[in-house]
């Protein structure tokens, strides 16, 4: 990793309806090669932060920098193509379509690099290789969110925006969707991950930041805001019990 930032956003306002503010001076920092996960409560704005870095929330003040370079404002189609790859928390992949569609989809504004990109997306996730022809839709919660991760790596983005990639499924799945976002990120990618399964978050992640009323509260490296007393009595409550025990995620710099 170095200290060169991928991804910033400074100082944002955003919301959704006129007059109401979700993001109130939200300012977050992802350096190349880095994995920051960016927890908090529900209703917080954690995916509006991801929304409004996606063109997918109206920006009324401040700024979005991609490797310094600003795009506040840019449309997703626009990001997409600038490095910028973001997987929704929902209908993340076209169910009817078998998994190479999805692919495909995916790397649709570059056809040519395709053979590429899927043998990086396959190389990471060699499962998916032997099953490109079966349909998204038959696939598990965590498959899908292995098929719509590497949709968004085929367009080899810079940084990628992940919502709650493990909401919604079970302990073991969610374990090997936290494995495959570290992965994701040791091959070189830099990842922005928003979970509100804050404390296996924070087990993976370089950098985490907990977002409260639409402002970073509280910033450090995972394992600090893991033992963060503050953070753990706040933000961590019930989770704060150690699962680590039986957890086979992989801990950074453990
Ligand atoms: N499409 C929308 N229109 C209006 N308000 C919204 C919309 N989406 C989210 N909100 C509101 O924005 C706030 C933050 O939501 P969200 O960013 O989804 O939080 P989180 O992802 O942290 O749970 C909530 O109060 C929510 O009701
Ligand atoms: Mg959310």
Redesign the pocket.
């Known amino acids: 990793m170095t200290d060169e930032i991928a991804l910033q956003t400074e100082d944002l306002v955003a919301g959704?309806?006129p007059g109401v503010n979700?993001l109130n001076g939200c300012s977050v920092t992802v350096k190349k090669g880095e994995l920051v996960g960016i927890i908090?409560p529900?209703?917080?704005?954690?995916?509006?932060?991801l929304k409004a870095v996606f063109g997918q929330v109206g920006i009324r003040s401040g700024k979005v920098l991609l490797g310094g370079q600003d795009i506040t404002g840019l449309k997703a189609d626009k990001l997409v193509t600038r490095g910028v790859g973001m997987v929704p928390q929902n209908n993340n992949v076209f169910p009817s379509l078998t998994i190479a569609e999805n692919l495909q989809m995916g790397a649709y504004q570059r056809p040519k690099t395709y053979q590429e990109r899927l043998d990086f997306v396959t190389s990471l996730f060699p499962e998916l290789a032997k099953r490109l022809a079966q349909r998204a839709g038959s696939l598990s919660g965590g498959e899908r969110q292995m098929v719509a991760m590497s949709r968004a790596l085929m367009m080899d983005p810079q940084v990628l925006l992940l919502d709650e990639p493990s909401a919604g499924l079970s302990p073991v799945r969610q374990d090997e969707t936290f494995i495959n976002v570290a992965q994701i990120n040791r091959a070189g990618v830099s990842v922005l991950l928003?979970e509100q399964n804050a404390r296996r978050a924070l087990q993976i992640c370089h950098r985490g930041y907990v977002?409260d009323q639409g402002r970073n509260a509280h910033s450090g490296p995972g394992r600090e805001l893991l033992n963060d007393p503050k953070v753990i009595e706040l933000y961590l409550g019930t989770l704060a019990t150690d699962h680590t025990a039986t957890s086979t995620t992989p801990v950074v710099g453990g």
């Open positions: 959704y309806i979700i908090g529900n209703g917080a704005g954690k995916s509006t932060l928003v977002l």
